[in-house]
């Protein structure tokens, strides 16, 4: 056999293994570019995608639908620890409360010195009640152990659900504790209603507009019985609530709250969290009504057991 028909068989019996291995150093790159293309679709907690909102028929970004934070702030607002609850020698884990992340950004609450011991005195005194006719009933006691209104912003931590039913003249939120609701009257339709609170409330007195697809609510004229936690954290009747909701996926949005407080805190400071749509089937609220089971804590010697 010539040399040159020897190097012609040659090559021809190695050609498979080349094409063999071109074809395999072609399919590396787009195993990796499956992978990375995967990875890239992941989520990053606080981060979400390009998102296109519906609108409603006025053209305001959609938030109708029932909502829930997943956040331990109604506790805590701040960083804390698993702790027991109230009478763990009967309660045991029934009554012990979760620890968490803390929803103050920055971490710390600005308090006057003054106020910082109120918020302290407070948290000793959570568990006691006191029976009164007059505004002393309010001196000690978490208002939610209390089963009075939450008041802002911690009615949308609450470990409850709440929905949002958007109108063009006014947006109402209806929360399942305590049957908590909300009016906003949103700027350009609110002409009949009174710029001023009429009176102090539980829930304060709001005035919403869109900036751009956040819809912005600010709410003053509250009274100065609400905590924001069982942590003692509160206010007085100077409260400002500046909200911010931002529709930020089909399935979230983006809650942050500034509150502002001359007679309480040194500056102004904000809590922001996710806020989740609830997705089960024929979602719906279900009636916490909380009074019938604290008439007998409140009232004690007062109280008539209707079962009786």
């Not at 009478?87 to 009554?95: E, L, R, T």
């Not at 308090?111 to 505004?135: F, Q």
């Not at 019985?225 to 930020?248: I, K, M, P």
């Amino acid at each position: 056999m010539t040399k040159a028909a020897l190097l012609s068989l040659l090559l021809f019996s190695c050609a498979p293994v080349a094409v063999q291995a071109q074809t395999s150093s072609q399919q590396t790159p787009a195993r990796g570019a499956t992978t990375a293309a995967a990875a890239a679709k992941t989520p990053t907690p606080g981060e979400f995608p390009p998102y296109k909102r519906p609108h409603t028929p006025d053209g305001k970004p959609d938030f109708n639908g029932i909502w829930q934070s997943f956040v331990t702030a109604d506790i805590d607002i701040q960083d804390h620890d698993a702790q027991a609850g109230p009478h763990p020698d009967i309660m045991g884990a029934y009554g012990a409360w979760p620890g968490g992340q803390g929803i103050v950004e920055g971490g710390e609450i600005p308090y006057k010195p003054e106020a910082l011991a109120k918020k302290k005195a407070n948290a000793e005194k959570r568990m006691v009640v006191n029976i009164t006719s007059d505004d002393r009933r309010h001196d000690t006691g978490d208002p939610e152990l209390k089963c009075y209104r939450p008041g802002l912003p911690r009615a949308n931590y609450l470990p409850f659900p709440f929905q949002i039913i958007q109108g063009k003249d006014n947006i109402m939120m209806v929360y399942e504790f305590e049957h908590t609701l909300r009016t906003i009257f949103m700027k350009e339709n609110d002409k009949e209603a009174p710029k001023d609170p009429p009176a102090d409330s539980w829930m304060g007195w709001s005035h919403g507009h869109f900036e751009g697809d956040t819809l912005v609510i600010d709410t003053t004229g509250f009274v100065p019985y609400t905590w924001f936690d069982r942590a003692g954290d509160f206010h007085s009747d100077a409260l400002h609530v500046v909200e911010r909701y931002t529709l930020v996926s089909p399935y979230h949005i983006m809650y942050e709250a500034t509150i502002e407080d001359p007679n309480v805190y040194t500056r102004p400071w904000k809590v922001s969290f996710p806020l989740y749509r609830r997705m089960e089937k024929n979602a719906q609220l279900v009636d916490f009504d909380c009074v019938e089971f604290v008439e007998k804590m409140l009232y004690g010697p007062y109280y008539k057991n209707p079962g009786k």
